[in-house]
Each structure stands twice: as structure tokens, then as C-alpha cells.
């Protein structure tokens, strides 16, 4: 439209349900160029779709009534390919939805697309962020081990904590930051993975820094701690210590 949103975008942010049910099924006749499946598609200025609009302001049954409608006109996997101008995808922008239960509900509504929500999950923002990435920066643990367990589920747990972001930070480097359980948390699950753990290592950030040296540069006694039980326990302290590749 004469502003780049259409009437979805304009109903996806109405928190009255009926009303964002009677503009669709009433759009195709308010815009004759446009049927229902197409505005569904269509992107504002900001290069966000109705269902990312819906997410964005907290409208989870209209973000779930907007899924329905593209499993019904079998626009889905369109849908949700679409990223807005930041290159965050439908689970970054849930991911900022601190608290809503936002994620857990968008992965139920796509079980059944399962390679969809694989490349979901795994893809990046312009930051390089994967979206749990922005689940540990927000400390919201509950969503952090949802997404793991769906890692789990999906069998990627590899390929998801092997990511790293454009200062070529991964996971242990952004939890070794925080003050909450993240990392504790993501240790205790590495444990069924000692070689990923030992790549984790591996990988220096832009500042050749490790995940050992992120916490203790954050004066982290109780992170570096964690760490290094685990670095004793796998054998890898040379690995750990040595800061230069």
C-alpha cells in the first residue's frame, strides 16, 4: 500500500482478535489486486511481514491465526523465509519477547515442517546471531534450554553450538559474560558432547579470546570455575591457556 503495510500489518498489531479475523476475510474485497495469500507476503518498509509484526507486538493468537491461514493457502515456508531489514527471522524477534512463551509456541506451530525449522533456528541476524544466541545475551534461561531440547530433538545440537556471531563469538563465549546459569547449564549438556565442547574451545573471537578468558576478563570467579572442571575433565588445558593460535 501508499505506506508499504497493508491492512494485515495494521490488524496484526490490534490486540481485538475478531478484528484482525475480519480484515482477512475481508481483504481480498478492500484490495482488489491483493488476495489474502499474497498480503500475507507482503512486507512494510521495514521489510516485515504481518506475521512478524504480529510477534513484534506481542500478538501470539494472531501470530498463530496468521500460521493457520499460510498452512491453509500453503504459504508457510514462504512466509517464514522472509527476514526483515536486520536479517532477524520470526524466532529472533520471538526471542526478544522476554517472558511470553512466544518461542515454544512458534516451534509447536512447525513441528511438522521440520527442515523449516531447522534453517529457523540455526539462521543468522546481521549480527551473525543464531536466535538462542539472543535467548543466553537476555540471560532468559527457560528459553535457552527450550531451544536446546529442541536442538536435541532436531539433531543439530552440533551444528546450532558450533555458530559463531561476526566477532566470531560462540555460545560458551556469550554465557562466560553472564551472571545467571547459562553456562552452567550449557556445560552440564556438553557433557554428552565432549568433542563439540573441545571445538568450542577452539574458536577465538576476534580478540583471540576463548571462552575461559571471556570470563575471566568479566572477573567471573564462579564461570571460570565451571570451565575449567570441565577443561580438567576432557584434558584439553593446553588448548584452554593458550591464547595466540
Do not use: W
Request: glycine letters at 2%.
Amino acid at each position: 500500500g501508499m505506506f508499504h503495510s497493508n491492512l494485515l500489518h495494521i490488524a496484526a498489531q490490534n490486540p481485538n482478535q475478531d478484528v484482525f479475523q475480519f480484515v482477512l476475510s475481508k481483504i481480498h474485497i478492500v484490495i482488489d489486486i491483493l488476495s489474502p495469500q499474497n498480503c500475507l507476503l507482503e512486507t512494510d518498509r521495514s521489510n516485515n511481514t504481518p506475521l512478524i509484526t504480529a510477534i513484534e507486538c506481542g500478538q501470539i493468537n494472531i501470530a498463530k491465526a496468521i500460521i493457520e491461514q499460510c498452512k491453509n493457502s500453503n504459504t508457510l515456508q514462504n512466509v517464514i523465509a522472509i527476514k526483515n531489514d536486520y536479517n532477524d527471522n520470526i524466532l529472533h524477534i520471538a526471542a526478544r519477547r522476554l517472558g511470553e512463551n512466544f518461542i515454544q509456541i512458534i516451534v509447536e506451530e512447525l513441528k511438522t515442517y521440520p527442515e523449516t525449522l531447522k534453517k529457523l533456528l540455526l539462521d543468522k541476524n546481521v549480527d551473525g546471531d543464531a536466535p538462542f544466541f539472543l535467548s543466553t545475551e537476555y540471560e532468559a534461561f527457560d528459553d535457552l534450554k527450550f531451544f536446546v531440547d529442541t536442538f536435541e530433538d532436531l539433531n543439530i545440537v552440533k551444528v546450532a553450538f558450533l555458530s559463531t556471531n561476526v566477532n566470531n563469538e560462540n555460545i560458551l563465549h556469550l554465557a562466560a559474560r553472564k551472571k545467571n546459569d547459562c553456562l552452567k547449564f550449557l556445560l552440564e549438556h556438553l557433557d554428552k558432547y565432549p568433542e563439540v565442547f573441545k571445538d568450542l574451545f577452539k574458536t577465538k573471537d576476534e580478540y583471540e579470546v576463548n571462552p575461559l578468558f571471556e570470563a575471566a576478563s568479566m572477573n567471573s570467579k564462579k564461570n571460570m570455575q565451571l570451565l575449567i572442571k570441565n577443561i580438567h575433565k576432557l584434558k584439553i588445558f593446553e588448548t584452554a591457556i593458550s591464547v595466540k593460535n
